[in-house]
């Protein structure tokens, strides 16, 4: 009965290859993000999405591209990895109404490795 | 945008002393302010927020004083236990009625409880 999950938990790739990320929430919030932790703890927002909406869209390389099938699940795809994209990437949910429940729930994290 | 300033980046105390993890803020209009708890490994969780329209908040052994117009914001932490051992986040945000709200993360810091 995990709130937010992630799979997989572990990554580990070639330079060059695409992989994905899948993210499913089950506490019926509207609202879903993708963070990238880098090797130093850095917590830096990627992506939002509202209703399966893409709604922020922070300075990620177009090589990063989210998807969102249902307000459940956002999925993260990336192409053609590159070494600097190793990190630990989690993925939150939040309610959609903002003000009145503003609190993120964090997913257990995947840590990529890329060789 | 916004821009969270975090110390210290590392903090040891001894079982028992209390700890305290300080914060600032650039955007005036930012209104909520949570913090995280990470331990090794694990996802950040949320161990308590406070919005701008209040200076104190507790909760047992943890509190956070909000000073909105220096713009700082800090966690305290009182009897610590070897269990506070991890790293803490600060963030802000904007909060609005509708979608997502981005959280701005401080650099972390490092809490060790020594016994």
Redesign the interface.
């Given at each position: 009965d995990t709130a937010v999950s992630q799979t997989p938990k572990y990554l580990v790739t070639q330079m060059g290859n695409d992989k994905s990320i899948k993210c499913e929430q089950n506490l019926g919030h509207?609202?879903m993000?993708w963070y990238k932790q880098d090797s130093?703890?850095?917590?830096?927002?990627m992506f939002?999405?509202?209703?399966k909406?893409l709604?922020?869209n922070?300075t990620v390389p177009n090589r990063f591209s989210p998807k969102s099938p249902d307000k459940a699940h956002l999925n993260l795809h990336i192409n053609s990895l590159e070494l600097g994209d190793s990190a630990v990437y989690?993925c939150a949910s939040?309610s959609?109404?903002?003000?009145e429940k503003?609190?993120?729930?964090?997913?257990?994290?995947t840590r990529l490795t890329v060789l | 945008g916004e821009n969270v300033e975090q110390h210290p980046s590392t903090l040891s105390v001894q079982e028992g002393d209390s700890a305290v993890i300080k914060c600032t803020y650039s955007d005036s209009a930012s209104n909520y302010f949570p913090w995280y708890k990470q331990e090794l490994g694990k996802r950040p969780q949320l161990i308590i927020d406070i919005r701008s329209n209040v200076g104190e908040k507790k909760d047992q052994r943890i509190a956070v004083t909000l000073n909105k117009t220096a713009k700082h914001f800090s966690l305290h932490i009182t009897e610590t236990q070897p269990e506070d051992s991890a790293v803490y986040f600060c963030a802000a945000s904007r909060l609005s009625s509708g979608s997502a709200r981005q959280l701005t993360f401080g650099s972390g810091t490092q809490l060790t409880v020594l016994p």
């Open positions: 509207d609202t993000y130093k703890k850095f917590l830096k927002i939002s999405y509202n209703n909406e709604i922020i922070e989690f939040s959609g109404r903002g003000v503003p609190e993120q729930f964090f997913g257990p994290g | -």
